[in-house]
């Protein structure tokens, strides 16, 4: 019977051993899955996230080309009703509403830049261009300064 016992206290360590060392390596599989799965999603979700702000900078420096091309074409003496002030009233507000989008989605650095631009920008449509030769590398070095705020955001 000595025999006997031992070897049932024996297959029953066996059993045991082996049933913890499953459970083991399921868990820890299990965990590892989990892990895999929540690493998949946040890469998604970056993935994601890079798109939006990618078509919203995109769609920024597309307004803002046409504020830029607005602001050149202002007519000296223009009234309210005539088709400038309704084109550059319509661009501005667009331009507005894309800087508040970078607000939104990028870092604060990124969007003060963009501030800073449509800000120059609006001036030059609503208050005239003084001279060519000084707004252009003006403008140029703040639009240069925002995409280099947003290129580092992207990083």
Not at 35 to 55: H, I, M
Request: hydrophobic share 45%.
């Amino acid at each position: 019977m000595d025999g006997q016992l031992v070897a049932a206290i024996t297959s029953l360590g066996g059993v045991a051993l082996g049933g913890g060392l499953s459970y083991l390596v399921q868990h820890t599989a299990q965990r590892m899955s989990e892990r895999a799965d929540r690493q998949r999603q946040e890469q998604a979700r970056l993935e994601g996230r890079r798109a939006e702000r990618l078509t919203h900078l995109e769609h920024f420096v597309t307004v803002s080309a046409a504020a830029d091309r607005v602001a050149f074409e202002r007519p000296d003496d223009w009234t309210a009703g005539e088709p400038w002030p309704t084109l550059a009233q319509e661009t501005m507000q667009r331009l507005w509403v894309a800087e508040s989008m970078l607000q939104v989605l990028y870092p604060a650095d990124v969007h003060t830049a963009a501030r800073a631009y449509t800000r120059r920008l609006n001036s030059a449509v609503w208050q005239g261009v003084p001279s060519l030769e000084d707004l252009y590398p003006e403008l140029d070095e703040l639009r240069d300064a925002f995409l280099a705020a947003a290129r580092a955001a992207l990083d």
